[in-house]
């Protein structure tokens, strides 16, 4: 009897431990949480994982910092919620920083938690997803705080390209704290309540006497479409959390495995005669390739990343026979398409990201050239355009490159050319594989003949005629064997299914070295 009583005191112990864990920051700090648009850590994993799937570790684990009162406060779970759950049934490792435990400040324990977590993710080979919401390094704890980050970075790194790492922010993330989100793979923010800087508003007057907003400074907005740190952008939390759900669907647990396949009754020999017409007769007349994609893809449904920075260039996931693949494609309707810095950076993360995790490739082409000018020469068009050369060499998944349209000069070869790697290369009857449009190439080379004739203007039309007749087709590279086949494009999906379906195989053996000295 005695011991029946002791054991229920014990499960009593536990019960009131968890339920002072679970309560948070208070009552208060809930509602003024809620009262800014904003859920709770665990409001937030209860939305992210299946139900009753979470299962939490080290909830008891509490500061050992004795400075400025903390060893007298209460900080449940020392400001992260940290464990285990499953997203559509897949393993995932989850923490979540509680913003209304002391602002969700990461101190000694909160990092050891954070560090825990990763490890846990790394060694299962499961993705490892951070919600973010905290006021940075916890200033009670100094030093503590600092390693506490170092840990957390070097996670990050050590496990980038053998797990998927996602980062939420739904909240601030200032200082150094910015670093473990733009060391994961893929950033997620909310238009409203979410800010990343490095050095906050008040700093910035102080040093510059410049005035700006949180929002303004490091808001959802600019980071996804000014400085490209972020890579979707939600309306609230709710919407941020679903984006990782779907997000993750499209890549395997680790670099050992494969995306798991989609459902789809859509069939792979789909003919699409309205794919004759996307493109305009006329190289000059923008389109929006994403019309292309939606008639290749699976149900039409493209999954884009980086929506709202550097629009030339469109990057994103999609099916193909239920097939997971990474898309990148020049975007006709922004600035013709033209290959500029920030364009090339966004791809070449992008087809890393899909190198690292067995994605296959899929290049869509119709580029006129790199862009001129000071401004991107300055900013190294060189050193961030060769970046693009380099992963398509590296990247040894299955690459298939379909020429729509132009396909000009270094910027032909940056797109995942033959000779860049590409295992098959299509082309629409409408491709124009030459080294220049016909118009800057006749102006070249019959510049003195043109310049001396009678009719200077009869000429040049002409000249440009002959060079587009001779090269503005797609038949000279294909008889050289650079593009290996002009398609109707009607048949673009079941093309590309075959070829998926026959490179399932490919094996790439890199040759050995450490690891390549990417141009940064
Ligand atoms: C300790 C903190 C804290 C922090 C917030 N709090 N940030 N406690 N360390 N870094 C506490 C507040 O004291 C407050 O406690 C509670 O969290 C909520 O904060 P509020 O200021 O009331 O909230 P809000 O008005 O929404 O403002 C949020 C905020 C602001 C913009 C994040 O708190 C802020 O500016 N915090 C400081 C940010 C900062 O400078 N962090 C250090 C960055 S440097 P009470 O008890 O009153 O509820 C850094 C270096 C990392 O992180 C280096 C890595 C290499």
Redesign the pocket.
Known sequence: MEEIDAGQKRRLELEAKSAAVRKLGGEQ?IEAQHA?GKLTARERIDLLVDKGSFVEYDQFMKTRSVYYGLDKMELPADGVVTGVGRIAGRKVAVYAQD?TV??G?LGEVHALKIARTQDLALQSGIPCIAMLDS??????EGID??DG??RIFFRNSRSSGVIPQISIILG?T????V?SPALTDFVIMTRKSSTMYIT?PAVVKDVLSEEVS?EQLGGGLVHNQRSGVAHFLAGDDEAAIATAQELLSFMPQNYREEAPPGLSKDPVDREDISLRDVIPADANKPYDVKDIIARIVDDGNFFEVHRLYAQNMVVGFARIGGRSIGIIANQAKFMAGVLDINASDKASRFIRFCDCFNIPLLTLVDVPGYMPGTAQEYGGIIRHGAKLLYVYSEATVPKVTVILRKAYGGAYVGMCSKYLGADMVLAYPSAEVAVMGASGAAEIVFAREIKSADDPTALRAQRIQEYKEQFSNPYRAAERGSVDDVIDPKDTRYRLARIFDVLDTKRDPFPGKKHGNIPL
């Open positions: 700090k800014k913003f002391l602002g400040s006021g940075g390094a916890r200033i009670q705080s600092l980050y170092g601030p200032a200082g150094g704290a670093y906050g949180h």
